[in-house]
């Protein structure tokens, strides 16, 4: 029987997505505009205007992202959920700790290698998000600076603009190399969770996976549904028709239309690992 | 006897009558010649001469395209004054083969004498141009006459029988160029009405380095000038015009810009004008150059930063609506930043750069505008965006050279522990 737990709802794995595709428009769009002369800018030179539109789209993905974190800012306010994150996501003293067993563990220093329990979010996710919020701030703010020139000029003089403009190119050279070195890295080519974690999709996670990344999380988890496995019909083909109850979700008002694509991506999943040909 | 009395009565009629008609020939002044003594052998296709090296040369006249031709009504003789040998009768002075236009035609004859073709001749070119190269022999016309080897229509391909032909180019050391196939597509050769004798002068036509040449450097902004006026008043004045004025080899003349005898249109992409290639090759086939840079104490500095601010980044992607050189130094009429009147002039730059962002302060005109980010700037904010751009690398290898290191154990750990 393999175990699941929840790790994204519907709701989060749509803000993960949204950032996901507008922050990928905003790097190719932007560095488009640094290096007009690489190979892979052609697509964009070629297109009749299209280093206008280029100039459009990125504006256009850079509100979209804001938005998204004005959202994401109201989440974490006023859903439970958010403001569950935000408590699990404040840096403690036991993540440094964490982090420094981990490098000793990686450098064979701890022989043999302690077992790091950690919780809903670690170190790792931790750094990420908070990186994440900082780079956004900044991105926001050059961002503005550079599209409302003329009026940021007004007040401040030529060379701030011309700082902003610098900060812009190299936050964004810092938060793309992060999220191909520290976030790729985490999210697929760990070898706990190679060739991906689908909790970005699916929203769950196995229980490998959580006992991995997440040891203390899983047994906080484990303690609160203890014997309370739940007839779960449309999960059949995952768990023999029991699953682990979804924490929080499941006093929620209206949580069948997230269970129920839920479900059906777990169906399929299933089904397809299943599979045994025709 | 009837007929007798008659033919006399009618020979009277005619003695009376012949002195009528030669005043009335001598009142309109026009003589009509009588060739066809002449004809009576020319007329012949096959009629063939040898030279000296034995080469035949076709002796044949066509009557009727000669009596077409502007000197249709002329006597043979009155070109051709001195042909003696044996074929010829007797009499006259010894041979002199070439005809002298000069007789008639003598202020051509004497702007010829001032121009390159009769040099040249002088100094025993064998393919120089004498007058019949470009006007013909027997079948002259009036240069109105578009059937006329002087018509508008019709310069280019004369002078281009010589002067595209490579074999000619390469003898006469006039480089490479073939005008010819580059004027046809310029936007001069399109436009039908303007040939290579507009630029060039036709008779006085004179050498590129002869100063009193309408094509020597110097002199181009005024040959230009006869048509396009009003360009070269304000290109004069600029700070190109007064150096080419000067006669600075380097400084720019139209040409230099433009092109030379493949003038095209600024809307054309191949023109170097074309705004696309302006701050491409245009501009910076000076201002990004060593030597010029060098000897008249510019620097490079400006083209580079341009290639490294939005405007030139955006440009160099292909977008039409950033600002290039031209945008905002001006085209005909650059001037130095000294000058009052000079785009750039720190009195009117704001304005300058509220042709495109329309309520600029005065904040866009002030500091350097072609800054290069450098810790050891002359200016303040170069120093600063220097800084921070030091401080950013600094960052970004610390911080993503810990990650990778800190992943790539990661990942052996768990590789190498993984138990299969």
């Keep these: ?278 | 006897m009837k007929r007798v009395k008659r033919g006399k009565g009618f020979r009277l009629v005619l003695l009376g009558i012949f002195p009528l008609l030669i005043s009335f020939c001598l009142w309109t002044g026009e003589v009509w010649a009588d060739n066809s003594l002449c004809f009576g052998c020319h007329q012949e296709e096959s009629l063939k001469k040898q030279d000296a090296r034995g080469k035949g040369i076709s002796l044949f006249v066509s009557e009727a395209e000669f009596t077409k031709s502007a000197h249709g009504k002329l006597s043979c003789s009155d070109c051709h004054t001195h042909i003696r040998d044996d074929r010829h009768s007797e009499g006259g002075k010894p041979v002199d083969k070439s005809v002298n236009c000069a007789l008639c035609h003598k202020e051509a004859e004497k702007e010829y004498l001032q121009g390159l073709h009769s040099k040249m001749i002088m100094k025993g070119m064998e393919r120089a141009a004498y007058c019949f190269e470009c006007h013909g022999k027997h079948n002259i016309f009036p240069s109105k006459n578009p059937r006329s080897k002087t018509h508008v229509s019709n310069i280019e391909k004369t002078c281009n029988r010589c002067h595209s032909d490579i074999e000619f180019v390469k003898h006469h050391a006039l480089g490479a160029a073939i005008p010819g196939e580059e004027f046809r597509k310029s936007v001069h050769g399109k436009s039908g009405e303007v040939t290579c004798i507009n630029c060039h002068g036709s008779h006085n036509l004179r050498s590129l380095i002869d100063p009193k040449s309408s094509i020597f450097r110097s002199n181009i902004p005024q040959t230009c000038g006869s048509c396009h006026s009003d360009i070269t008043k304000q290109f004069v004045e600029s700070v190109h015009g007064v150096m080419a004025g000067r006669g600075r080899s380097d400084a720019p003349t139209c040409t230099t810009c433009h092109g030379i005898h493949g003038i095209k249109a600024k809307v054309d992409p191949e023109s170097p004008v074309n705004e696309r290639r302006i701050a491409m090759t245009t501009c910076p086939q000076c201002h990004a150059a060593e030597r010029i840079s060098k000897e008249y104490r510019l620097t490079t500095t400006p083209v580079k930063s341009y290639y490294d601010s939005f405007h030139g980044l955006s440009y160099l992607g292909g977008d039409t609506f950033s600002a290039n050189c031209a945008s905002c130094h001006g085209v005909h009429d650059i001037r130095p930043s000294s000058d009052p009147n000079s785009l750039i002039h720190k009195d009117n730059l704001q304005k300058t750069c509220g042709n495109c962002h329309p309520g600029a302060s005065e904040n866009f005109a002030k500091g350097k505008m072609h800054a290069v980010a450098s810790i050891k700037g002359e200016e303040f904010g170069e120093k600063v965006v220097g800084w921070v751009r030091v401080i950013y690398i600094i960052l970004i290898v610390s911080v993503i050279g810990g990650m990778v290191f800190f992943n790539f154990m990661d990942w052996l750990r768990k590789t190498i522990e993984r138990k299969p």
């Excluded at chain 1, 999380?217 to 023999?240: N, P, Q, S, Y």
């Design chain 1, 1 to 278: 029987m393999v175990k699941k737990y929840l790790r994204m709802t519907l709701n989060e794995r749509f803000q993960h997505l949204n950032l996901f595709i507008n922050f990928t428009i905003l790097v190719i769009t932007g560095f488009a505009l640094k290096y007009p002369e690489a190979f892979w800018v052609s697509p964009i030179k070629d297109v009749p205007m299209g280093m206008t539109f280029r100039g459009f789209l990125h504006r256009l993905c850079g509100v979209a992202v804001v938005t998204l974190g004005g959202y994401h800012l109201l989440y974490l306010a006023f859903a439970e959920r958010g403001r569950g994150i935000v408590r699990d996501m404040i840096p403690k003293w036991k993540d440094a700790k964490d982090l420094w067993e981990t490098l000793k563990n990686n450098l064979f220093i701890n022989r043999p290698a302690k077992e790091i329990r950690m919780g809903r979010f670690n170190f790792r996710e931790k750094f990420e998000y908070l990186g994440l919020i900082w780079g956004t701030i900044v991105m926001t703010v050059t961002g503005f600076i550079l599209w409302f020139k003329t009026e940021w000029l007004i007040y401040f003089p030529m060379w701030a603009y011309d700082v902003a403009r610098a900060v812009h190119f190299y936050e964004a050279i810092l938060a793309t190399l992060t999220i191909i070195v520290w976030h790729f890295y985490s999210v697929l080519l760990n070898p706990d969770v190679y060739p991906m974690n689908w909790a970005w999709i699916t929203g769950e996670m196995t229980e490998h996976e959580m006992k991995e990344e997440h040891g203390l999380e899983l047994e906080k988890t484990k303690a609160e549904t203890k014997g309370r496995l739940v007839e779960f019909g449309e999960a059949a083909a995952a768990g023999g028709g029991k699953v682990y109850p979804i924490p929080l979700e499941g006093q929620g008002k209206s949580p069948k239309s997230v269970r129920r694509l839920y479900s059906l991506i777990q169906n399929l999943n299933e089904s397809i690992k299943n599979w045994k040909g025709l």
